[in-house]
Structure formats: structure tokens, C-alpha cells
């Protein structure tokens, strides 16, 4: 082994963290994502103990005594259960990092509207890791690396992530974030909608995870073509005994288009604050939807329709805030030396 080998086998590979409301995704500097689970963790309420985490805990959801709660320690994009968060982000630290002695680099995507005590809480549920250096990306960044945008371009170039938890849009010039805006309007809330609309038609309860397949299998914002149906199984919200629903797309277009509609406002109103110097690039180019929301059947019609311009879904859209900051590994060392900074490697880069 050489010394440069070693030296990596003490100290670890640089890693980026997509730390969402839905999901946590790892990028190992060289190997790309490693690890993609549900932000989800299971607490024996008894004994206060952690008893299972991501995919494991997921798999609880709605199957387990009233002992065990299945909660996820982030909420709207931010940490809303410290303790529960750092345990997520700490488990999956050692699970990557193996027996290396010291901890590796580490860069975090954070909404872009986020306050200094949330981010102090990112930072601090993982450096309780004992991590060597964190650096905070914010995710429109990210997720413009991710999706191979050019952003040492001289014009402006948008981008609209669509996660979990948060939409962050924001439209990117050679100095970095020209303009931003962030919406707590994103996957989890079509899950509420569909969980509402289902209970008003159909008397029917379900929970979030039968929510989740039902907009995954015929979820749209727009209107389709074809008129699909999927079953959703829950209880009568009046008898308590099972029941079941053949619910359709329509249906689902019905209860989806309200918080649709909230991102499609927040485009124009971000649209309507942009220099006017940045807009012409922008409807020459066209904007680009990330997230995993982005794969709602119909979303990318819908924007473009209403913002008047293109926009088209990047290759892997759930994926690209992890892969962009990734990307983003290199410029770690341009941060300032201090307990963590706001990492931008469009300015680092000059």
C-alpha cells in the first residue's frame, strides 16, 4: 500500500449528503451515490431507544404497536428532531466510513432560504460525527451541478428542485445566486392532499405510504391522455372496518392541482424579480426541473405552460442535488477556516 493509500484508508473519502425530508442520499467522492434511504427512523416510545432507521423503519409505517413511532426527524427541509436527525445522519457515517479512524470532509445541501439556526443544526447533527470539515451548498446550486448545467456561463440559467419537503427555485449568473426563493410546497403536501381529498370522497382513510404509491403509480398536474385507476386500501373513517377505492387520475389531477398551482406562482413571482438582463437568457434557454417530485406525470407541461417558456426534466432528477454536491467536493477547501461556511462553487471557481 502506498502512503497516499493509507493516508486515504485513515482519514476517509470526501462525501456530499442530500440531507431531505424524504430521503438521505450519500455520494462518495469517486464512486458517485452510494446510498439512497427513506429520512426515517423508529422509536420504541418505552424505552426512548432508536430501533430502526431509513428503509427498515419505512417498512413500519403503519404496521406497528402503538409502542413503536415512526417519525422523520425533518420537516419542510429543516431538522425538527435534533437528537433523532443526528442519530439518521451518524448511522449512516459509520455504515460508509467503515473502520477509517477519522472521519472525512463533508458537504451538506441546505434549502436556500433557510435561517442560521437551521443551518447550525445541520451542521451540528453532523459534526457529532467527528467529521474534519462541513461545508453547506444550497440545493439550487447543487442540484444545477447535478443536472450539468453550465453555470460558469455568462447568462442566467433557472433551476426548480421539487423535493420533499421544500421547492427551491433559483436563477443562477456567473456570480452565483442571482435570485432565489423557497416554498414549502413539495412532495409530502401532495401526499397530505391526496390523504384529504380520498377521506372527503370516499369516506376512506389512508396513510401516507398507500398516499405516496397512489401518486407515483397515477399522480399527475396535468391533464393525461388516458384515463388511468389505482386501488387504495385504508378503513372506513365511519365503521373503522377495511375498505378499499378505485380511485382515478382525474381524481388525482383533482386533488394534486392546489399545491401544483403553488409552485407554479412561485416561478412567476420569481420570474417577475429577475433582472431583466438574466430573463431574456432564461426564456431562450428554458429552465430545468429536479427533485423527485419532478416526475409527477404533467409537471414540466404545467410550468411551461404557465411561465410562457421551456423547461424540461433532468436526466435522474431525484438524484442531482447529491450529484451536484458532489461535484462540489473539490472547492471545499475555498471555504473560509471556520466551524462551517455556505459553500458556492460558482465563485470559488474564480
Excluded at 4 to 11: K, M, Q, R, T, V
Excluded at 110 to 115: G, H
Excluded at 219 to 245: D, F, I, S
Excluded at 251 to 276: G, K, N, S
Amino acid at each position: 500500500m502506498s502512503k497516499e493509500e493509507g493516508c486515504e484508508e485513515l482519514l476517509g473519502t470526501d462525501i456530499a449528503i442530500d440531507l431531505g425530508t424524504s430521503s438521505i442520499k450519500v455520494y462518495l467522492d469517486g464512486k458517485g451515490i452510494v446510498l439512497r434511504e427513506p429520512s426515517v427512523v423508529a422509536v420504541n416510545q418505552d424505552t426512548d431507544t432508536v430501533v430502526a432507521v431509513g428503509h427498515e423503519a419505512y417498512a413500519m409505517i403503519g404496521r406497528t404497536s402503538d409502542r413503536i413511532n415512526v417519525v422523520t426527524p425533518l420537516f419542510n427541509g429543516v431538522i425538527s428532531d435534533f437528537d433523532l436527525a443526528r442519530h439518521l445522519v451518524t448511522h449512516y457515517l459509520r455504515q460508509i466510513n467503515g473502520s477509517k479512524v477519522f472521519m472525512p470532509r463533508v458537504v451538506v445541501s441546505v434549502p436556500c432560504e433557510i435561517t442560521e439556526v437551521e443551518k447550525r443544526a445541520v451542521v451540528d447533527s453532523i459534526s457529532s460525527s467527528s467529521v474534519r470539515k462541513i461545508c453547506l451548498i444550497e440545493e439550487p446550486v447543487a442540484a444545477a451541478l447535478g443536472a450539468g448545467i453550465d453555470i460558469s456561463a455568462p447568462h442566467g440559467s433557472l433551476v426548480i428542485d421539487i423535493g420533499g419537503g421544500t421547492t427551491d427555485m433559483a436563477v443562477l449568473s456567473l456570480s452565483g445566486i442571482s435570485i432565489s426563493t423557497s416554498i414549502r410546497t413539495a412532495g409530502n403536501l401532495f401526499d397530505d392532499c391526496i390523504i384529504k381529498y380520498i377521506r372527503r370522497k370516499y369516506n376512506l382513510i389512508i396513510g401516507q405510504r398507500m398516499a405516496e404509491e397512489a401518486k407515483i403509480a397515477i399522480g399527475c398536474v396535468y391533464p393525461r391522455r388516458e384515463l388511468l385507476t389505482h386501488r387504495v386500501k385504508g378503513r372506513n373513517a365511519m365503521t373503522g372496518l377495511p375498505q378499499w377505492a378505485d380511485i382515478t387520475s382525474d381524481e388525482m389531477l383533482e386533488a394534486m392541482i392546489d399545491p401544483a398551482m403553488q409552485i407554479v406562482r412561485a416561478l412567476q413571482d420569481l420570474l417577475e424579480r429577475t433582472p431583466p438582463e438574466l430573463v431574456g437568457d432564461i426564456f431562450e434557454d428554458g429552465g430545468v426541473l429536479t427533485g423527485g417530485s419532478a416526475k409527477i406525470f404533467g409537471f414540466s407541461q404545467l410550468l411551461s405552460r404557465k411561465a410562457k417558456m421551456p423547461i424540461r426534466i433532468a436526466e435522474n432528477p431525484e438524484d442531482c442535488v447529491a450529484l451536484g454536491a458532489g461535484k462540489a467536493i473539490p472547492f471545499i477547501d475555498e471555504i473560509d477556516k471556520k466551524d462551517y461556511g455556505t459553500l458556492n462553487p460558482l465563485s470559488a471557481a474564480y
